[in-house]
């Protein structure tokens, strides 16, 4: 997200093996269609940096992460708590070196607390924070139980959270103290705060949120509803497009229905309803039905996989999918940023980088090194 916005972003790997993510996924394929070590998860966050390699468990690796962090805006890191103040490089030995140094921890845990030390990945916040109790088919059915959602949305909420972070403490620094600040982000803190419209709901009333499959666990009718060919996606936001709704599908009379008559009571009596919109949908396709919807503002979409997504002609348009610069493949198609901006719009400088690609110019460029000192490095194995 920096990058995209115009950072210039020096990503430090370990010199074996590099970011663990440089290993999930499916792979690259070059120029002449053979697999390479790149792989796709990578590929998809890491465009528009520049990839140097450091041991920083080495003391003259910790000496470059210093050298590096003098000159820069922003350190963000995410090891576990307390291993960079073992090397040295937590927040408060940085600042000794740059006062103006905004530093980003992003964590499992954050840095206090009794689970602070432990490790974690997205799977385990989205069990902790709640989220997986609310995701899956509802109890009852077949294949009830507590579900992953499809990507991993604990990472990103708190990149996301990470990001606003940084640009309001750069903002701080630049316009008000002229120094930077400590930022503590935690994946479990910030995936319980993605879900605070559920979390009031319950905090309000006391009912324990459920999982609703496709359905919403605050609006009714919200959810897909099995068309003649395939399911389609309602989402019904006031009562003028329940009406709206009940008219298309000719069953007017329901609309005002006592037991249906606003968004509280649907909700009490949503199996009923519920009932009674799936069997009128069934009686067309989801595309009739969508352009039925569409047509007088109710909003439906149908449920798309990926190789119809980019197909849609919104999408298109949008540029929702672009392309990058790769050594290996030439370019690299990669979903767009999106983020518009109309006076500073998103520029695509570089491709992800491959491991260690930029190690020797950073070295030459940024600290101002020789080959001499950058080769005797790398035969000590420090980069």
Same mark, same amino acid.
Request: charged share 20%; proline share 6%.
């Given at each position: 997200?920096?990058?995209? +916005? ?5 990503k430090v790997e370990h010199p074996v093996g590099g970011d663990d993510v440089r =290993?999930?996924?499916? !792979?690259?394929?070059? =120029? ?10 990578? +590929? ?21 992460? =210093? ?97 606003? &972070? ?9 316009n008000v103290s002229g120094e930077g600040q400590h930022i503590d982000i935690a994946?479990?803190? &910030? ?5 605070? @419209? ?5 905090? +309000? ?5 459920? $999982?609703?499959? &496709? ?16 399911p389609l996606m309602i989402a019904v936001g006031n009562n003028q497009q329940f009406? $709206? ?5 000719? %069953? ?56 119809? %997504? ?14 990058? !610069? ?19 719009? %998103?520029?695509?400088?570089?491709? !992800?980088?491959?491991?260690?690609? @930029? ?25």
């Amino acid at each position: 997200m920096l990058a995209d +916005l115009g950072a210039d972003v020096v990503k430090v790997e370990h010199p074996v093996g590099g970011d663990d993510v440089r =290993r999930m996924g499916m !792979p690259l394929k070059d =120029r002449d269609g053979n697999e390479t070590s790149e792989m796709s998860s990578f +590929l998809a966050m890491n465009r528009g940096k520049q990839s140097i390699t450091i041991d920083i468990a080495k003391p003259e690796g910790q000496e470059l992460v =210093r050298k590096l962090a003098a000159q820069s805006d922003v350190v963000l890191e995410n090891f576990k708590v307390g291993t960079l103040k073992r090397y040295g490089l937590d927040f408060e030995a940085l600042k000794a070196v740059n006062s103006r140094l905004v530093y980003c921890s992003i964590s499992g845990f954050g840095q206090t607390g009794p689970y602070a030390p432990l490790p974690g990945y997205d799977a385990i916040f989205q069990a902790m924070s709640g989220l997986m109790s609310i995701t899956g088919a509802p109890d009852g059915q077949p294949d009830a139980g507590p579900s992953l959602v499809g990507y991993s949305v604990s990472d990103i909420n708190a990149g996301f959270y990470a990001s606003i &972070a940084i640009l309001a403490a750069l903002n701080h620094r630049d316009n008000v103290s002229g120094e930077g600040q400590h930022i503590d982000i935690a994946l479990f803190d &910030a995936q319980i705060a993605a879900s605070s @419209h559920i979390a009031m709901n319950y905090l +309000l009333s006391g009912k324990m949120p459920v $999982r609703a499959g &496709a359905a919403s666990q605050i609006n009714c009718p919200w959810q897909a509803f099995d068309c003649s060919d395939q399911p389609l996606m309602i989402a019904v936001g006031n009562n003028q497009q329940f009406e $709206r709704l009940c008219t298309t599908l000719d %069953v007017p009379n329901v609309a005002s229905d006592a037991r249906f008559v606003n968004n509280r009571v649907r909700m009490q009596n949503q199996t009923a309803l519920i009932d009674i919109l799936a069997a009128a949908f069934a009686t067309r396709t989801a595309r009739d039905w969508m352009d039925r919807l569409n047509a007088v503002g109710v909003p439906s979409g149908p449920i798309n996989d990926f190789g119809q %997504v980019f197909e849609d002609p919104q999408a298109k348009h949008r540029g929702v999918l672009t392309e990058v !610069p790769h050594p290996l493949s030439g370019s690299l198609p990669v979903v767009a940023n999106p983020i518009r901006l109309s006076a500073t719009p %998103v520029a695509y400088r570089s491709g !992800p980088p491959l491991h260690g690609e @930029h190690s020797r110019a950073i070295l030459q460029e940024r600290l101002n090194l020789t080959n001499g000192e950058i080769d005797a490095l790398a035969e000590r194995k420090i980069i």
